[in-house]
């Protein structure tokens, strides 16, 4: 049975009347030869049926689908985290995965951007923790790129689709974590300022200080990049302080990993002298010494779901919400302790 008039049949739609998953049927549709014959009749026969036609009018059989995933930084660990969650979810939908850092200067000019998309036949774009211009949006969405951004540093327009993790909750558990130890000197070693994921963690951190009736210290609340060197130097400028704090929430755990460096090199001990919580819960948490505690956003789900998300978007389907949310969770390791009473000076 054909779409209602004014209805154009989705790839969903397909898959749910051949009774088949939807990257099953989008194997199908590219002719992935990897599923069974008597599952490729049935959503071909759906396929006739329906009318479905892809949005872009029907695809060589032969080739797949292609889409593009663009980082900021290619070789950080949750970089890594996110293209392994992308790729596998591509894998499952027989969807080719392009990965490129964000171009700049003048290959990250709207027009020149989205046309080499197009040229190169992308249908999709994934793009992590980079600023998007509203002129670089507004092309994609002109050359009929289809767009979802990953913990984005800024969003254009608010119709832009973007996947990110309960960075507020996450802010607040880590700081209710070091109140529950004694710990009422809490500094934060936060993210870019324009960075909304960066922002969100800041406002759980001075929700749950107001909720414990803590007063917020603003000479306790430092921004940096996502990273190990600014790790570094606002662990050392909070610990160089009259006053030093006995705990620090880091925004990442590259971040968290620096301010226990700069403790080491002023001859404190974690958590004996500083109790110190990351947020990510990539590989370098578990490699730290001590291992880290963190707040643990799901960065390969993230990944899948974007990819999902972009698919669903490539076949003209409504989307119930343009931000998707995945849970927070607060992982105890050893870089957390009771304040021992030698942390302030």
């Known amino acids: 049975m054909r779409a209602g008039a004014g209805q154009r049949t989705t790839l969903a739609m397909v898959a749910e009347a051949a009774g088949v998953s939807l990257p099953t049927a989008s194997k199908v549709l590219n002719g992935r030869g990897d599923v069974a014959a008597a599952t490729r009749g049935r959503v071909e026969k759906a396929v006739r049926e329906l009318g479905y036609v892809p949005v872009s009018g029907r695809r060589n059989t032969n080739q797949n689908r292609i889409v593009d995933l663009v980082f900021d930084d290619l070789v950080s660990p949750y970089s890594l985290e996110v293209l392994r969650g992308v790729t596998q979810a591509g894998a499952e939908a027989g969807v080719d995965v392009v990965v490129s850092r964000a171009p700049t200067g003048k290959a990250a000019e709207a027009a020149n951007w989205a046309g080499k998309l197009k040229t ?11 600023e998007l211009s509203l002129e670089q949006v507004e092309a994609f969405a002109r050359a009929g790129i289809a767009l979802v951004v990953i913990d984005p ?18 802010g607040l558990t880590a700081t209710e974590h070091l109140l529950s130890l004694g710990h009422q000197r809490i500094a934060f070693a936060g993210g870019p300022r324009q960075a909304s994921c960066a922002r969100a963690r800041l406002h759980g951190y001075r929700a749950a200080l107001e909720k414990a009736g803590t007063a917020a210290d603003d000479s306790l609340v430092l921004h940096g990049a996502f990273g190990y060197p600014d790790g570094l130097e606002m662990g050392g400028r909070l610990l160089d302080l009259p006053k030093r704090p006995t705990a620090v929430f880091a925004a990442s755990d590259a971040t968290a990993v620096g301010v226990m460096e700069a403790a080491r090199r002023r001859g404190l001990r974690v958590p004996q002298d500083l109790s110190v919580v990351g947020f990510d819960d990539t590989i370098l948490a578990t490699l730290a010494t001590p291992a880290l505690t963190v707040v643990r956003q799901p960065l390969p789900d993230m990944g899948r779901v974007a990819l999902r998300t972009l698919l669903r978007l490539i076949d003209g389907e409504s989307l119930d919400s343009h931000h998707v949310e995945l849970a927070t969770k607060l992982v105890v390791r050893d870089s957390t302790a009771a304040i021992s009473g030698q942390g302030e000076r």
């Open 120 to 130: 190169g036949g992308r249908e999709g774009l994934i793009v992590v923790t980079s």
């Open 153 to 170: 540093l800024n969003l254009p327009r608010v119709e832009v689709t973007s996947v990110g993790a309960t960075n507020w909750s996450g």
